[in-house]
């Protein structure tokens, strides 16, 4: 993608200068004035493109991302190498919009971590749907616990294809013991955005369960991810 001589992304046509002077300065107003709440999607999703492009008008490259992905959050959770082949972005805005996306993911585990887990349940599926639930393949993740149910860890255990991650129950509870937890919520993600769990899926979880009893490490539920949506197994009798 084109970038300009001083090393900031510089838009392609037509994404030019088109709009009146102060814009930029008129939104940054907005925002500290009216709160972020005064935001469209594509506005916020606009001044972020601000810290790529010095000058032009970022408006309808914004527009046009979020036409293209289906939303400000698929944007950026959007794959590197796939914003990075997108028309109109380059290195310096494909960096802003990653980061972006790991400092909302690193305050939502945050907030995971200030209380037990089980306490503080709305906050977690946040962070969950936040962190797995665009990915394009299975991903099955482990969240360790100790005494207290506090998060001491979120690991990702494996990747796999658009339906099947393979997880095996000796390794989930060697890693548990390396880390002194003494009870996990296991988790993983639907690519379909539909969470109903497969045959596979209550298996392995049932395995999981069974070695966790001999070792002492309980299992207080399995979430499964889809956009927007999720399932646990403990409420609905699964587990």
């Known amino acids: 993608m084109d970038q300009a001589p001083d090393g900031v992304d510089s838009p392609a046509k037509p994404f030019v ?3 009146p002077q102060g814009h930029r300065g008129r939104m940054r107003e907005k925002l500290l004035e009216r709160g972020p709440d005064s935001l469209a999607d594509y506005e916020l999703l606009e001044m972020l493109l601000f810290f790529a492009f010095k000058q032009g008008d970022t408006k309808p490259l ?4 979020i036409n293209q992905f289906g939303s400000f959050g698929a944007v950026l959770a959007a794959p590197q190498q796939v914003l990075m082949e997108t028309r109109g972005l380059g290195t310096h805005s494909v960096a802003a919009i990653k980061l972006v996306q790991a400092a909302a993911l690193r305050l939502a585990k945050a907030e995971v971590m200030e209380a037990p887990v089980l306490n503080n ?9 936040a962190a797995i639930s665009r990915e394009k393949i299975e991903q099955f993740r482990i969240l360790f616990l100790d ?3 506090r998060l001491i860890a979120d690991e990702a255990q494996a990747k796999g294809t658009v339906n099947h991650t ?4 000796r390794e989930v509870m060697k890693r548990a013991l390396e880390l002194h937890a003494t009870a996990l919520i296991l988790v993983h993600n639907h690519p379909s955005g539909d969470p109903t769990p497969s045959r596979a899926d209550i298996e392995m979880t049932k395995e999981i369960k069974q070695a966790g009893q001999f070792f002492a490490v309980v ?6 991810v889809g956009n927007g949506r999720y399932l646990s197994f403990r409420r609905e009798g699964l587990l």
């Open 17 to 19: 200068s088109t709009g």
């Open 62 to 65: 914004a527009k046009a991302l």
């Open 121 to 129: 349940w709305d906050r977690l599926i946040t962070y969950l749907n």
């Open 147 to 149: 005494s207290k149910n």
């Open 166 to 169: 393979p997880v095996y129950p």
């Open 219 to 224: 299992v207080h539920d399995h979430l499964i």
